[in-house]
């Protein structure tokens, strides 16, 4: 947008966006409002906008135009226009402080903080803030709302301040506290009558305590904290205030990561919190669920604030296990919700005690978890009105799967047999239970079945009895935890043989129930992984299922695990009944699938098969690939693998697959599979295949791109890579990849759209380095890859940035290892030339990716690299990384500071005098934080 666009324009778009009810219309007015926004011509006609005050959405619009612009575009401005920037804001918030227009106000004050923040001339802007809004009185409300937004805007991930600015601009704010908090304390005195700037100044108390600047001990003598707990023991108190003090409590307790630090704000804290158990059993009786759940993120706050203290002091001063008491009785609330607040207490807990592994502790705190346990089973009873199996894709579904994993960690405290005994007996001595607390009961059980010892011989032995003789009529959800919890308990019965025959009867007869068919199926492949000996007797029965497998109503992943444990058992036959067997397996799944493709889409119906249908190649590709990754019989020497006649048998099958689908992704990566896992299975006697298979992939890739081919391209690296035969062919497919992957790179943004080609492609190529390291460093492919490689660095992308960091970390590798071996000096002489040739262009890179686009978890990988360039040539590293900082924007022309050049100085000694990769790798995450 070259030109200003007249501002009735403007007005015009705005409406069309809120008001026009044609869709399209709507489309273009947002598409040319971007544009706009992006334009410089921003500035000024918002301004503008802002003026007119024509009505909300025209001032929304301008208000948050403005906020975008500061935040994004900034550099647009000249510095001398700063100060008018600032009035002009202020100005805004002062005209439109009526409440009518809050959320104008909100984008105006979100700015403002923003502007305070890139704005070094504009020094003490809270108590400039203070100064000029606290006079009035009306202004008081949105004064509050720019304090709050100051101290959050800090961590704004949206401005790119530095860590130097934070620090100075925190610092102001450190220095502002006082006054700040007299402020507050002040406003909380006059105005305690008025509920919602009350709520306003708990708010900002809390951005504060968050920043970690309020001085705790004039905090904990004030008025506001003695306020905050009186405000909360009221049960009239309104629900919006009583959220506000809540977050405000939470926010203090939050913020001392020390206690030490902070003893006399956290012995205030105590004292007041503990004050509240009284008001939260109130609010239980009276069931307001908003209030008990603020009370439990108060007391679970609480515990987290105080647990080294009372891991190290239990039951002394502030290490008080009464705040236990208060969290399990937050536990007990009959809202699932509420107890769900606590899981990460118990979490960092039981992880805490673990690590300490002192019986003394473990003895104090075992009753707290029992207790724990028996409230979470109880939360997990069903309605007793539900019919069916247990739902896990809900919401109740998703919190009893938490509620499962919680009860593993914490469990070693109780003892996984104890509990499974506990459980039992708590069953068996209730009478004539409902069936949802027996569910309940058994789902608990099933948590901890699979640590139950194998030794015990009581309470199992009764249980699986009592499971195998459930009566008929027995609710479906029983039957179906029972059936899961027979799974669990494979490795028991790994130990106990004689129950196996009765078990997999019981099993068998739940996979001819519709509702119970999944689970059952995934019982029977626990088995099977667990007791491959003892199932050997039932391998003929396992294949019969295996071979009938459509009869039964199983999801398609149970079918899979089906077929996964017959495999698992199949493998440990002699080498000639595991031919037969294997044989029958496959064809059951390969008949159907050549039909597939032979039968081609009927008239009428849709080219693409419906997914997880018998007409879906996918369906059988999953179960072929089931069958291959999980047969690994043991082969002795001379002996063909019983895999590898069958899959020459099925190549042509699986080779149409490839030439029907080739443009459907989803059928092509699951093929890709399948042969991944044949190839891994039968190692070097899939050789014969080779050929075709490389020629079909590359023929197909070079029409589609489907970077399944360059993942499958490098499992083929790997196996025949250290073949002398095979690696001319297998260059000769790296070439034939290199040229379509390259133009899909070389398109707008290609690096970014197709981050799967990017990590496989490099992964591919590490596979040479790895495998046959000469043949890729002579290629003529090397120098391109590696300057692909350096712009692929800046991808944000986890595991493709990986793959790019892992390819350059084994070509400087594949220069100094296996030295014994006869091409050892070519290959270091070329890795040594093209670090030579690219290593300032790599070092520039890496520091550039690391600086402004990749998040501070992917650093590591590039600090190696630099580590790794060090171990090679130290010297040149030393020279490229000065090159390297000297392109850096070290100072803005407003006078902001990046990195200063002591900073800069530090730095470069940090990495190029390392000895270790670690002091690289702090140094570069360090570094960086100076330019975010």
């Not at 502002?176 to 305690?192: F, G, H």
């Not at 790895?770 to 492919?781: D, E, F, G, K, N």
Request: aromatic fraction near 8%; charged fraction near 20%.
């Amino acid at each position: 947008m070259e030109a200003a666009p007249p501002i009735e324009n403007i007005v015009h778009a705005v409406q069309t966006l809120y008001h026009n009810p044609d869709a399209s219309e709507k489309e273009r007015a947002s598409n040319w409002l971007d544009q706009f926004q992006r334009s410089v011509h921003a500035w000024q006609l918002s301004d503008q906008l802002l003026r007119m005050k024509q009505n909300v959405e025209t001032c929304y619009f301008a208000a948050q135009t403005m906020r975008t612009k500061i935040q994004y575009s900034f550099h647009e401005l000249p510095v001398d226009s700063h100060q008018s920037l600032r009035d002009s804001l202020i100005n805004h918030i002062e005209v439109l402080s009526d409440p009518n227009y809050q959320v104008i106000l909100t984008q105006l004050c979100l700015a403002l903080a923003d502007l305070a923040l890139q704005m070094v001339q504009w020094k003490n802007s809270a108590t400039d803030l203070i100064q000029r809004f606290s006079g009035n009185e009306a202004h008081i409300p949105v004064l509050m709302e720019l304090l709050t937004v100051l101290p959050e805007e800090i961590h704004s991930r949206a401005l790119r301040l530095g860590l130097n600015r934070r620090e100075e601009f925190t610092q102001e704010l450190s220095t502002s506290a006082p006054t700040v908090l007299n402020l507050m304390t002040v406003c909380s005195e006059r105005y305690l009558s008025d509920e919602r700037l009350l709520g306003k100044v708990f708010k900002c108390l809390a951005s504060w305590f968050y920043l970690g600047v309020v001085p705790s001990n004039d905090i904990a003598a004030s008025k506001l904290l003695n306020l905050l707990i009186q405000i909360l023991k009221k049960y009239e108190t309104p629900s919006m205030l009583h959220e506000a003090a809540s977050d405000c409590v939470c926010s203090a307790l939050y913020a001392m990561e020390d206690i030490d630090d902070h003893l006399v704000l956290a012995e205030a804290l105590y004292r007041g919190i503990m004050e509240l158990p009284e008001a939260y059993a109130i609010t239980v009786a009276e069931e307001d669920v908003d209030k008990a759940i603020n009370y439990c993120r108060i007391f679970t706050e609480l515990g987290e604030a105080f647990m080294e203290v009372m891991v190290d002091t239990p039951g002394q001063g502030l290490g008080d296990l009464k705040i236990l008491d208060a969290v399990l009785n937050c536990v007990g609330n009959c809202q699932y919700e509420v107890a769900e607040i606590t899981f990460n207490f118990w979490y960092r807990l039981s992880e805490i005690l673990y690590k300490r592994d002192n019986k003394i502790l473990n003895d104090i705190y075992r009753p707290y978890i029992e207790r724990l346990i028996h409230a979470l089973g109880v939360h997990c009873q069903m309605d007793p009105d539900h019919e069916g199996i247990p739902d896990e894709s809900d919401d109740f579904g998703d919190f009893r799967i938490r509620v499962s994993e919680l009860i593993k960690d914490v469990i070693f405290l109780v003892g996984s047999s104890t509990c499974f005994a506990q459980m039992f007996s708590n069953l068996a001595s209730q009478q004539g239970a409902t069936w949802d607390v027996t569910e309940a009961a058994l789902f608990v059980m099933t948590a901890v079945a699979k640590n139950v010892l194998p030794d015990e011989s009581q309470v199992v032995p009764q249980v699986i009895q009592a499971i195998i003789g459930l009566p008929e009529d027995t609710h479906i959800a029983v039957k179906h935890t029972s059936i899961h919890m027979v799974g669990e308990l494979s490795e028991w019965i790994k130990e106990h043989p004689e129950v196996l025959e009765p078990v997999l009867n019981f099993l068998t007869s739940g996979l001819r129930h519709r509702e119970l068919a999944s689970v059952a199926a995934t019982s029977i492949q626990n088995i099977c992984s667990q007791c491959q000996e003892h199932m050997k007797d039932h391998c003929d029965g396992l294949l019969q299922i295996a071979q009938a497998l459509d009869a039964f109503n199983l999801s398609n992943e149970a079918a899979v695990g089906i077929i996964k444990g017959t495999a698992i058992v199949l493998a440990i036959l002699p080498i000639d009944k595991v031919e037969a067997g294997l044989r029958q397996l496959v064809l059951v799944q390969v008949n159907p699938l050549s039909q597939i493709i032979k039968a081609g889409a009927p008239a009428g119906a849709p080219a693409v098969p419906k997914h997880g249908t018998q007409s879906d190649p996918t369906v059988w590709l999953d179960r072929l690939a089931a069958i291959f990754r999980n047969t690994n019989p043991q082969i002795t020497n001379g002996q063909v693998h019983p895999c590898q006649t069958i899959l020459q048998e099925i190549w042509p099958v699986l080779s149409d697959t490839f030439s029907k689908y080739q443009g459907d992704i989803r059928v092509i990566e699951r093929t890709c599979r399948c042969i991944r896992f044949a190839v891994r299975c039968v190692g070097k006697g899939s050789a014969v295949l080779l050929t075709p298979l490389v020629t079909q992939m590359v023929t197909i890739y070079q029409m589609h791109q489907h970077s399944c081919f360059l993942y499958l391209g490098s499992i083929l690296v790997d196996e025949y890579g250290g073949e002398a035969g095979c690696i001319p062919g297998l260059v000769d497919m790296l070439q034939a990849f290199i040229q379509p992957t390259f133009q899909l790179f070389q398109e707008e943004n290609g690096v970014r759209y197709h981050p799967d080609t990017v990590d496989d492609f490099f992964r591919l190529c590490t596979r040479f380095l790895q495998r046959c390291p000469t043949a890729i460093l002579q290629s003529t492919a090397v120098e391109p890859i590696i300057q692909c490689g350096i712009a692929a660095s800046k991808l944000d992308h986890r595991d493709a940035n990986a793959s790019v960091s892992k390819f350059f970390h084994e070509l400087i590798r594949s220069g100094q290892i296996k030295w014994e071996s006869e091409d050892f000096q070519t290959r270091k002489a070329l890795v040594e030339n093209l670090i030579k040739q690219h290593g300032a262009a790599l070092v520039h890179g890496i520091i550039d990716a690391c600086v402004f686009y990749l998040p501070s978890y992917m650093m590591p990988d590039h600090a190696e690299v630099l580590f790794d360039l060090m171990q090679v040539d130290r010297q040149s590293v030393c020279t490229w990384l000065e090159v390297a900082l000297k392109t850096l924007p070290a100072e803005y022309s407003d006078g902001r500071i990046n990195a200063t050049q002591k900073q800069l100085t530090d730095f470069h000694k940090a990495v190029t005098s390392a000895e270790e990769l670690k002091a690289v790798t702090y140094a570069v995450r360090d570094f960086c934080r100076l330019f975010r």
